[in-house]
């Protein structure tokens, strides 16, 4: 996943509205490719939470008896219809009826409960990103809405709000993996080493540095380990910022008798998410206004007007994200410089032929096995091009007894990297049965055999 969507809050968003013609609609109007890249977390028949790909309304369980459409998959698939790259994940944590002391950082159930259940997804996910953006999608404050309530229900908002901005500080390296430069196992073992992608720029992001070497070596080797291992992408390169959209109460709600201090618990939503937007600026306010069809309680949106209140809240993650990703990119062409084009993106680009330039099978045959045989194993790798594809396959045998290691080493096909100071890498686990460990190696000298060793 590439954007990760956190509905929290209470019954409009878990979703109260019909699921009728009206819904069915709606989801009918997305491709099956926008559809196949939006996926729920949600518990499956063995009850235990899975990822599921194109995911229907109802998406929270809270109360079985009363849950519809909410607002949540209408924004995910907004976002999807707009980035046509992305993956986008929700995890339903919403739950009817919670007043604000239920989702306190503390000692609310509601809060632990998101924290484990979103750590578990994250954990879970086949990411593109080591850092996907996460976002909470937010609707509270019906269940606060008395004289009793209402007058602390703005420290309350407050620091809960604020206690979510930093919460996805905290998700967003949640999982990244770590590289060892040994195996982590000490059974012996023959197994397959494979991964289905190397599909993206190994390459260099400029910048001043002490280095005056004029030409390095590349390494890339795997061992077994028993760390998580997910997808890198060079797509999101710097960490994209998170935000924590909230929505406005229905304006239908000052009809309802039960919901007495209603304009003031709406009037304190605005004021709060005005304040923290000035500290953090990562706080955004979605407006209700012109929903007015609930569910004739006063209190509920009805079908139409859930997913309309989605669309808002996508439409508006949209232009923040694409202002972002505009400045990302702008930044990345500027300082990025190619190395080893491992998915023929060269040929794609300007139509040459994917062998020339660095480019695809080039990249792959530049690359030479340097396994566990110098010491005495007897690992085998070996690097491929697969132009029907277009990715370079990494794949071979890794027997732990002898050395235990399968690398692949090219000469840099640039002289100068005295101006970087990282790499960016796209790479993509294909042996789904084991856990490894990949680690990058540059020597700053032309010698292979003296010189500082990076890894």
Not at 185 to 208: F, H, K, N
């Amino acid at each position: 996943m590439d954007i990760i969507l956190i509905l929290a809050g209470q019954s409009n968003m878990a979703g109260r509205g019909v699921i009728n013609e009206t819904y069915h609609t709606f989801l009918s109007s997305f491709t099956s490719d926008e559809r196949s890249r939006t996926h729920s977390w949600s518990p499956s028949p063995s009850n235990t939470d899975t990822w599921n790909s194109q995911p229907q309304e109802p998406l929270h369980n809270d109360k079985p008896d009363r849950i519809g459409v909410g607002p949540g998959l209408a924004a995910a698939l907004t976002l999807a219809r707009a980035f046509p790259l992305q993956h986008i994940g929700i995890i339903p944590c919403a739950f009817g009826g919670s007043n604000i002391d239920r989702w306190h950082p503390i000692q609310g159930d509601l809060y632990q409960e998101m924290k484990i259940k979103v750590k578990s997804a994250l954990l879970s996910a086949s990411l593109s990103s080591p850092s996907p953006t996460c976002v909470v999608l937010w609707h509270q404050g019906e269940s606060d809405c008395t004289d009793i309530r209402v007058t602390e229900y703005e420290s309350k908002l407050t620091y809960v709000l604020d206690s979510l901005s930093v919460l996805l500080s905290g998700w967003k390296d949640i999982n990244s993996t770590s590289a060892t430069t040994s195996a982590t196992s000490a059974t012996s073992a023959t197994s397959a080493i494979s991964t289905t992608s190397a599909t993206s720029a190994i390459s260099t992001t400029s910048a001043a540095t002490a280095t005056t070497a004029t030409s390095a070596t590349n390494t890339t080797s795997s061992t077994p380990s028993t760390s998580s291992t997910f997808q890198l992408s060079s797509k999101q390169v710097q960490q994209q910022p998170h935000h924590v959209l909230v929505g406005g109460l229905g304006n239908f709600c000052k009809d309802c008798n039960k919901l007495s201090k209603v304009m003031d618990v709406q009037n304190i939503i605005r004021k709060v998410v005005e304040t923290l937007q000035k500290k953090r600026n990562i706080h955004h306010y979605v407006s209700s206004n012109g929903l007015e069809d609930h569910l004739g309680d006063f209190l509920h949106f009805d079908t139409q007007s859930a997913i309309q209140f989605g669309i808002r809240y996508g439409n508006i993650l949209v232009d923040l994200l694409t202002a972002t990703l505009k400045q990302q990119q702008q930044v990345q062409q500027q300082t990025t410089l190619l190395l080893f084009d491992f998915e023929g993106r060269k040929s794609k680009s300007d139509g040459s032929n994917c062998k020339n330039n660095h480019g695809g099978s080039m990249a792959a045959t530049q690359f030479q096995a340097r396994d566990d045989r110098v010491m005495g194993g007897a690992s085998q790798s070996v690097m491929e091009y697969n132009e029907n594809e277009g990715y370079t396959n990494l794949h071979g045998t890794l027997v732990l007894e002898g050395g235990g290691f399968a690398s692949c080493r090219a000469i840099c096909p640039i002289n100068n990297l005295s101006t970087c100071t990282g790499l960016l890498i796209d790479a993509k686990q294909g042996d789904i049965k084991h856990q490894y460990t990949w680690k990058i190696g540059l020597r700053t000298l032309k010698s292979e055999q003296t010189g500082v060793y990076w890894s």
